[in-house]
């Protein structure tokens, strides 16, 4: 593969002192970077690169990742100004100024994402025989098959609810499904108050098949609303509906746990868990022909400013549509299936000890196969001569094949043992269960250090060979479930090397035990030395490029945030080191500035596979490239546990290089942060062209 070909890099070095790197106009806000990332994700609807329902996914997944952002970073800002506890940014912004910025953004993006639903893709999808019937186009056999449904499954679940003074407005669940309704009239007791609630049942689908027989052909849904829209009277028996509109509230649902003073986490955590339902309001989505008074009403009841409504066109929780594309036999229009390659050695070999105590392996998920990890984890729990197996556990889904291989080995006599991060966003109650089973099991479970966050992805296998103990060791950039396997780029290594090893080792007993650092040979880790070493690799290529050699700094993350990390690529540029960044979301770091980033290019990849690899090159360091679970952020080099390991096999490490250039070349599914802050689609070729459809072609070769 030919090398990238930029222009040649300047050197500044005669003047960099003068230079104040606490600039703000160096810096991108992250919030804001955070919505161009999104932005990047919901142009991909439009892309007719992508098959008809993989671009229906794109849109719904933007419309979950802007709820997350609304959850957490924008539930952020609003504590910190309530609190007092505002604060001026990298880039010089408050706090409050950036939550008017976010609401610029995101009403225009919410706008586009409708249209992009109502005006192409529904249409589209008709086209190929998938229809979301609205109520005006229902047939009178329709009609009768949806009154039934709505009196057999709607309103046994229901709990419409009268507002009056015994009847306050209720605390509505985050991101439920609502409907506001107007009435008119008096009820059984003489009530007279004109308004009431309708919680959508949870319990029930948000979108549900006709069957066929009722139906021209093709796949038909209707929305759930439109049933609750149809025949909202009949909850309101002898009263005159006039209006029902439907509204959905999203809340802060970040876990605030104090951890000075915790004796129990778990059972602290459990405590906030059930507050995540009901925390303070940051958002109100209300259907686009509700009428003044009530939207008033509801922004009152939600302690929210009109900057903070979003009137929709459609469904306000489009996230629950990603049942769909599973509804209809349609693989035409899904990505083309395939199967992920794995090694011969790791393939043939019936014991992968064997395997990997003569070469370290390296994989890149999802396309080569996860499957060696959860063999070698099998072999493991099985294995008489395997005497010890710890590891960590941030995300593992359901029916994890993993966490069956460890009560496997528990239940063997073996001594396991588990790190278990309950505060993986969004997984702490499934965590939860996971630690109390494991536990039942006889596998000793910890929740890592207080106040630091368990992150790095490590498993450690103790087996007894001839007299000796040998350890065997997996590193990954991912987390140990088989289903985000085949959905993220990871890399895994597997690996007997003695140091590496030993450093893992050290790792679990700073997780598990009590006492000082003790001194770590080749792994870097946070909170400890990853940030550090980073840096120090960075200024080594500054050094390089002092002296006159080629100097080159490639970094892949999903994240650059860190602001001592963003000011060491500031000098690196500005002594005219190449640094070329690929960042698939949030990047504060402003390229192309004279003087100061113009060696700096940043790139970020959007298709099929979400990029999540984590890799860092340095031209003149040996070894020359780390892989590891953090990226460029405050949390993660700061204040988590974090593991970033050397590839010191020449052949891996070129491999890697490979892989990075190969992103770097990539014109047909990357975008290029220009100095003004917005991204350009770098080509408008094919998507066969792309990176990921190379690295998919490459298993058929």
């Known amino acids: 593969m030919s090398k990238t070909k930029s222009a040649a890099p300047k050197s500044h070095m005669k003047n960099h002192e003068d230079i104040d790197l606490n600039n703000p106009t160096y810096y991108i806000n992250r919030e804001l970077s ?10 991909q609807a439009l892309n007719a690169g992508h098959p008809l329902l993989e671009r229906l996914k794109f849109l719904l997944i933007f419309s979950s990742n802007l709820d997350e952002f609304f959850e ?40 586009r994402q409708y249209q992009i639903l109502n005006e192409l893709l529904i249409p589209e999808l008709e086209k190929e025989n998938i229809r979301f019937i609205r109520r005006s186009e229902w047939s009178d056999s329709q009609k ?17 609810i009268g507002l009056d003074p015994a009847h306050p407005f209720p605390l509505l669940v985050n991101k439920s499904l609502n409907f506001i309704v107007s009435l008119e009239g008096k009820d059984a007791f003489g009530r007279e108050t004109g308004l009431a609630i309708v919680p959508a049942p949870r319990s029930l689908d948000r979108v549900i098949r006709i069957p066929d027989e009722l139906c021209d052909g093709g796949d038909n849904f209707v929305f759930l609303s439109s049933m609750i829209h149809a025949h909202v009277d009949k ?41 995540r339902r009901f925390g303070r309001a940051v958002r109100l989505e209300v259907a686009d022909d509700c009428p003044q008074p009530l939207i008033d009403i509801l922004l009152e009841k939600c302690n929210l400013d009109r900057s903070h409504l979003y009137q929709v066109q459609g469904p306000v929780n489009l996230k629950r549509l990603m049942r ?42 999802p396309f080569e196969s996860f499957n060696p990890v959860v063999d070698l984890l099998r072999q493991a729990a099985v294995d008489p001569d395997v005497m010890a197996i710890k590891q960590t556990l941030y995300r593992t889904g359901d029916n994890s094949p993993i966490v069956q291989s460890l009560l496997e080995a528990a239940k063997n006599g073996k001594e396991v043992t588990a790190v ?14 996971l630690a109390a089973e494991l536990q039942a099991a006889g596998v000793v479970v910890v929740y890592g250090v207080v106040g630091y966050k368990t992150h790095s992805k490590m498993i450690l296998i103790v087996r007894r060979e001839g007299k000796k103990l040998k350890r065997y060791a997996h590193l990954g950039t991912g987390n140990y479930h088989a289903g985000t396997a085949r959905l993220y780029t990871d890399y895994t290594l597997l690996t007997a090397d003695e140091d590496l090893c030993a450093d893992v080792h050290k790792v679990f007993q700073q997780l598990t035990g009590m006492g000082k650092i003790e001194r770590i040979k080749r792994v870097l880790n946070a909170p400890f030395t990853l940030k550090a070493g980073l840096i120090e690799l960075i200024d080594q290529e500054i050094e390089a490029a002092k002296s006159g050699k080629k100097a080159r700094v490639i970094m892949k993350a999903n994240g650059l945030t860190e602001p001592d990390v963003i000011r ?86 070129n491999r890697v290089l490979y892989d990075l250039e190969a992103y770097l070349e990539d014109k047909s599914q990357s975008w290029t942060l220009n100095v003004d802050g917005d991204y350009e689609v770098d080509d408008k070729e094919e998507l066969e062209n792309g990176v990921q459809s190379r690295l998919l072609q490459a298993l058929k070769n």
């Not at 949806?146 to 709607?154: A, P, Q, T, W």
């Not at 405050?634 to 050397?646: A, G, W």
Request: hydrophobic residues 40%.
């Open 235 to 275: 909850l309101f028996p002898g009263m005159t509906v006039k209006g029902c509109y439907q509204f959905r509230i999203t809340r802060n649902a970040d876990l605030d746990v104090d951890m000075e003073g915790v004796a129990d986490l778990a059972l602290a955590l459990k405590g906030e868990l059930a507050s």
């Open 324 to 365: 769909v594309p599973s509804l209809v036999n349609r693989p035409d229009l899904l990505y083309p299936s395939f199967t992920p390659g794995t090694p011969r050695p790791l393939r043939e070999r019936k014991n992968l000890f064997s395997a990997i105590s003569k070469k370290d392996f390296l994989l890149l998920h």
């Open 568 to 653: 060491a690529l500031l000098r690196a540029s500005q002594a005219g080191v190449t640094v070329d960044l690929i960042i698939r979301g949030m990047c504060c770091l402003r390229p192309g500035i004279p003087g100061v980033s113009d060696n700096i290019r940043v790139k970020s990849i959007i298709g099929r596979f979400l990029e999540h690899t984590r890799t860092y090159y340095f031209a003149n360091a040996e070894p020359s490239i780390y892989c590891g679970s953090a990226d460029l952020m405050e949390r993660n080099l700061n204040r988590r546990v974090e593991v970033c390991f050397p590839l010191q096999s020449p052949s891996i490490a």
């Open 72 to 111: 957490i970073r924008v539930a952020g800002l609003f504590s910190r100004i309530e609190l007092d506890q505002d604060k001026v940014g990298l880039d010089g912004r408050t706090s409050e100024q950036v939550l008017e910025e976010i609401q610029s953004v995101c009403h225009p993006l919410v706008e």
């Open 34 to 43: 955070h919505l161009k990332f999104n932005q990047r994700v919901l142009l």
């Open 420 to 433: 278990v991060e309950l505060r993986a966003r969004f997984d702490e109650e499934e965590n939860l269960a």
């Open 144 to 160: 009768s098959w949806v009154l039934k449904f709505f009196k057999e499954n709607i309103v046994p679940v229901s709990s419409p």
